[in-house]
């Protein structure tokens, strides 16, 4: 795949529209989590050296095509210390700009005609700027009026951010240093079919924990409590295991849990095989031996994929045991030089945050849904369209 790139781009005096993806946590009105505008700021600076004009166009949140200031960017105007223009589709700003400016738009999905893909929104969104560049690679996956329609109107590009995502995703899934690790959790097994079959493929081993890892254990006919799984999804996650048994693709499930009695924090936690799950027990993190056989397996490995939590790994420190422990596993081995790792997913990247390993990662993707599209080998939407054919 070769994408426009913006590296041997002219943009001295030119107005670029720049989508980034600055969907970060915010609680009451402080950002915690800057990690996707940290990755965003190559391109932007890049751009602002090179005496271009920069108008950031981004989202927040979902507000479903009301202006609902909730989730309004102000705040991240305010972390990033440039002005907001409260309208998107406002153009009177432009005319005021100097090279080298940086300014935000207001939340894109203020509109309804953004997650349209509205040909008139996305004419409109476009107008008065000589260039788009997409350096979002977390949203690339919808097509979206800022990552597809405005990108068909204007000359395109990718930022630094988006095209190093490509770059190192294509790197290890089209040649990866072998014994290849995929670790995948989270809650549906529904929403992940593809990117187990898919990873069935590449790898020579799948960890699969959580929630989805309980389904599959319920799916074996294990004792899964009062805990979040789903039953409709049995038959799929027999055919996931016949389908990686026919790729050579050794498959581990959870060995024990660590479950409560209500799902909550500051619940007491007990540690427990299936067999000794109760009926009104909770599963809410990896058991002490499911995690000591993942950290096992880490050290075998010479390439690890991860995303998704083992559990509830906000839950610090009670229920972010299983999560952490392999964090901090995986950040030793790559640090140590024996191990490459690609991890992606707001909350498995928290995770590495949270327990202050995220800087040993070999590549730490800003992209969730995105990231597993891409590894599923999907098209997505917001690339196709910046690909150089």
């Known amino acids: 795949m070769k994408l426009r790139t913006i590296e041997n781009l002219d943009v001295r005096g030119k107005t670029i529209l720049l989508r980034d993806d600055f969907n970060v946590q915010i609680v009451e009105g402080e950002i915690t989590d800057a990690f996707r505008i940290g990755q965003s700021m190559p391109t932007i600076n890049w751009l602002k050296e090179r005496g271009a004009k920069v108008a ?8 479903k095509g009301t202006k609902d200031m909730k989730y309004s960017l102000k705040p991240v105007a305010e972390y990033m210390k440039i002005p907001l223009i409260p309208d998107c589709l406002d153009k009177d700003f432009i005319k005021d700009m100097k090279d080298g400016d940086v300014v935000l738009l207001e939340n894109v999905r203020f509109y309804a ?3 349209e893909n509205n040909i008139e929104f ?3 969104l476009a107008y008065g700027y000589d260039i788009f560049i997409n350096d979002a690679f977390a949203v690339s996956h919808r097509a979206h009026a800022s990552t597809v329609g405005v990108a068909e109107i204007l000359p395109s590009y ?3 951010l988006l095209a190093s995502e490509i770059t190192e995703l294509t790197k290890v899934m089209e040649n990866p240093k072998r014994p290849l690790l995929s670790i995948v959790a989270g809650s549906k097994v529904s929403t992940k079919i593809g990117v187990l079959k898919a990873l069935s493929k590449l790898s020579d081993t799948l960890i699969i924990g959580g929630a989805l890892g309980t389904t599959f254990n319920y799916a074996l006919g294990d004792k899964v409590g009062n805990s979040l799984y789903e039953a409709d999804q049995k038959d799929t996650a027999l055919e996931i295991l016949e389908y990686a048994k026919a790729n050579n693709c050794k498959v581990l499930l959870p060995l024990d849990k660590g479950v409560a009695k209500e799902f909550t924090k500051e619940a007491v936690r007990t540690n427990k095989a299936f067999t000794e799950l109760e009926d009104d027990d909770v599963i809410i993190d990896a058991g002490i031996e499911t995690t000591a056989r993942n950290i096992a397996e880490v050290k075998k490995a010479a390439t690890v994929i991860w995303n998704g939590t083992l559990g509830m790994a906000e839950w610090m420190p009670t229920w972010s045991y299983g999560s952490f422990e392999l964090a901090k596993a ?8 024996k191990l490459e790792s690609i991890i992606g997913g707001g909350d498995t990247v928290a995770a590495l945050e949270a327990c202050g390993v995220k800087n040993d990662i070999t590549y730490v993707s800003t992209g969730g849904g995105a990231f597993l599209e891409f590894i599923e080998g999907k098209k997505l939407p917001g690339i196709v369209v910046l690909e150089d054919k």
């Open 158 to 160: 990718a930022g630094k």
């Open 122 to 124: 996305a004419k409109k």
């Open 56 to 63: 950031i166009c981004a989202h927040l949140g979902r507000p």
């Open 113 to 115: 005609g953004e997650e």
């Open 330 to 337: 995986i950040a030793e081995q790559t640090k140590a030089g």
